[in-house]
């Protein structure tokens, strides 16, 4: 399976320290995306990291990618409460997002 | 800008009764549409896709059908629902060109008792 899968399945941490969520996939991608879900809610794009690219920033927000472990990270720095979240990584191996596969995500509680 | 709108919001319905979730968007032309499906503390399962008016692929056969009578309309149906098929279901879009973001609706709850 071309799935997504993350690590932790959970992580608490206070606010202000950094969060690290971990994504590894099986075989050859086009893309992987992180998304961000809150309790009950729908999806929220963060950030598309491509095949050919290393590391991308967006705020808080810094995603590595090494195609060679085939493995992501998602860095979320100085956590607020509001970033408690789940957040999933989704894997697009077939250049078509028909094919986009997500993982079971990570759950991420921040403690004020 | 792009929105999308997806309703209901919750819904109870009993074994074997009929079910429709409607999704639109707006601000854009011929995006490509999905339903996804999540269970409780699972990742996301693809329903269907739909690249075109008219043009549906199934992911898993199951008891649902879906949709798409407009560009930007996508339905998700059932004859008579099961209660493995209560869930969170999810509506998204992306433009058409393939490997872009997707965008998702706010979801609908369907609870079947």
């Known amino acids: 399976s071309q799935q997504g899968e993350e690590d932790p399945q959970a992580l608490s941490i206070q606010e202000g320290e950094n969060a690290t969520m971990n994504c590894s996939y099986k075989?050859?991608?086009?893309?992987l995306q992180w998304y961000r879900q809150n309790s009950g809610r729908g999806l929220v794009h963060l950030i598309l990291?491509?095949?050919?690219?290393r590391e991308k920033h967006s705020g808080r927000l810094r995603v590595t990618l090494d195609t060679s472990k085939k493995s992501s990270s998602l860095l979320i720095t100085a956590s607020r409460a509001a970033d408690t979240a789940s957040y999933f990584c989704?894997?697009?191996?077939?250049?078509?997002?028909?094919?986009?596969?997500f993982g079971k995500g990570t759950l991420l509680t921040v403690n004020p | 800008s792009q929105t999308i709108h997806q309703w209901p919001a919750t819904l109870v319905q009993p074994v074997g009764s009929p079910l429709s979730l409607e999704c639109t968007v707006e601000?854009?032309?011929?995006?490509?549409l999905y339903w996804y499906r999540q269970a409780a503390g699972r990742g996301l399962q693809l329903l269907f896709y739909?690249?075109?008016?008219?043009?549906i692929s199934s992911e898993v056969p199951q008891n649902l059908s879906a949709s798409r009578p407009q560009d930007r309309q996508f339905i998700l149906s059932s004859k008579k629902l099961l209660l493995s098929d209560s869930g969170f279901y999810l509506c998204?879009?992306?433009?058409?060109?393939?490997?872009?973001?997707?965008?998702f609706g706010e979801g609908s709850w369907l609870t079947v008792v």
């Open positions: 998204a879009w992306e433009q058409g060109a393939v490997g872009n973001t997707i965008y």
């Open positions: 075989t050859s991608i086009n893309n």
């Open positions: 990291i491509r095949s050919n690219e």
């Open positions: 989704a894997i697009n191996s077939g250049g078509s997002n028909y094919k986009l596969t």
């Open positions: 601000g854009t032309s011929n995006p490509n």
């Open positions: 739909s690249v075109g008016i008219g043009q």
